[in-house]
């Protein structure tokens, strides 16, 4: 049993990850602003369980980042919490620098501080890990797959803030023999994502039955996996992976998007039918491309494969996304109160939705 501090843990992934560590039987500290992506009602299904504390906090306050390590004698630092949004860093890169650059810079001084004070087993045993993503490799041709070995080559502001994230865990392992690890993983799909993703998004645009916006010709590809073999993935690599290391975690499923919004409108078709027999697919709708929109995004995990033992066990995109699309017709509630909440962007007529 490990003390795990997870930055981010109010987010998408981050408690997915919690809910693991969690059944693992770990100790967890989640720690979150609570941003306009953050909610407590993400964390209410663990809110009750005794291995599970929260702090509030942000990863610029070096300070109370420090105070928490300390307090909780945190063995392992998985760190989630970052600005993820690609459409968002295009208007206003500014908050993916501040968050993603200097937050990270914040989290690596305060864990050199405290793994500095540690002796023993502990401080042996001790590991940050930087999750980060397939993007700061750029984006790919038809053919090939990023891997480790991958020059970095990022094109958005996000990606360009991420990459500048993990160089500076690269620096703080080599310079300061931090016991860092970084992952590179693809597009997550699954419970509690914010629906200003995809997936999210077009569910509740089709719910409302307004148009589902496919970006340029819906061309473009993503490598799809589920956030649960992600969070998986990650925990395996705090357990097994050698320090200094980097692990790319893919989901072996590319899809076109245009391929990911019609299994979304099967899906809807059978779980959800329109009134008068329309079918969903009817809304889709080709938008204004994002601007500098990667052509194509695949991660070749044989690494993690081969040295952690890491497996997918969602055995196909199109199981995981229908139940993905069922979570999401379950927890109605969940995406109305934190889509309600000033500051965001995305805003769906919830009479609309409950409609159908
Ligand atoms: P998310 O936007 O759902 O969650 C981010 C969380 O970080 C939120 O809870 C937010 O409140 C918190 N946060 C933001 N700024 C903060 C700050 N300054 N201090 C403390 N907390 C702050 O993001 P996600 O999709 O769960 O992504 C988690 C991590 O995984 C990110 O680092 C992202 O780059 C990476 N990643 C995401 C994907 C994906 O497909 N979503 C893929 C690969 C890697
Ligand atoms: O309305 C939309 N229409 C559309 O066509 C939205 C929101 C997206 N898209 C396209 C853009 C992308 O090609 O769908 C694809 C997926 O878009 P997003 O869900 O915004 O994800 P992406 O930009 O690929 O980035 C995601 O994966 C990598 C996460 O948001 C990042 O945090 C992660 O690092």
Not at 237 to 253: D, H, I, M, Q, V
Not at 294 to 317: C, M, N, P, T
Not at 322 to 346: C, F, H, I, M
């Amino acid at each position: 049993m490990k003390s795990i501090l997870v930055t981010g843990a109010a987010g998408f992934i981050g408690s997915n990850f919690v809910e693991l560590a969690l059944s693992k039987g770990h100790k967890v500290v989640g720690y979150d602003a609570l941003t306009y992506a953050g909610h407590l009602e993400t964390l209410e299904p663990f809110k009750n369980n005794p291995g599970f504390t929260f702090v509030k906090g942000n990863i610029l306050d070096q300070e109370l980042f420090l105070k928490t390590l300390k307090e909780h004698q945190i063995d392992w630092v998985a760190h989630f919490a970052a600005e993820s949004h690609v459409d968002k860093s295009i208007s206003g890169p500014g908050a993916f620098i501040e968050t993603n650059i200097n937050g990270t810079f914040s989290l690596l001084s305060a864990s050199r501080a405290y793994f500095e004070s540690l002796s023993g087993s502990k401080k042996e045993g001790f590991r940050f890990l930087h999750v980060s993503t397939d993007e700061v490799f750029g984006e790919l041709g038809p053919t090939g797959k990023f891997s480790e070995t991958t020059p970095y080559a990022p094109n958005s502001p996000y990606s360009a803030s991420k990459a500048g994230s993990d160089l500076l865990v690269r620096a703080w392992h080599h310079t300061y023999g931090l016991p860092t690890l970084i992952t590179n993983c693809s597009n997550n799909y699954g419970p509690r994502q914010f629906p200003e993703k995809l997936i999210p998004h077009m569910i509740f645009c089709a719910l409302q039955g307004k148009p589902l916006p496919v970006y340029g010709k819906g061309e473009n590809i993503r490598d799809w996996i589920h956030v649960k073999d992600h969070s998986r993935g990650i925990l395996q690599a705090l357990e097994g992976g050698k320090s200094g290391e980097t692990y790319c975690f893919g989901g072996n499923s590319e899809r076109k998007n245009i391929e990911v919004v019609h299994a979304l409108c099967r899906v809807l078709n059978e779980l959800r039918p329109r009134s008068g027999g329309a079918k969903y697919e009817e809304l889709i709708t080709f938008v204004t491309d994002r601007p500098g929109h990667d052509f194509r995004y695949a991660i070749d995990d044989s690494k993690a494969q081969r040295e952690l033992g890491y497996v997918h066990e969602f055995k196909s995109f199109e199981i995981g996304l229908r139940a993905t699309v069922e979570w999401y017709l379950s927890n109605l509630d969940w995406s109305q109160k934190v889509t309600s909440k000033p500051g965001v962007k995305v805003s769906y007529d919830w009479s609309l939705v409950a409609k159908g």
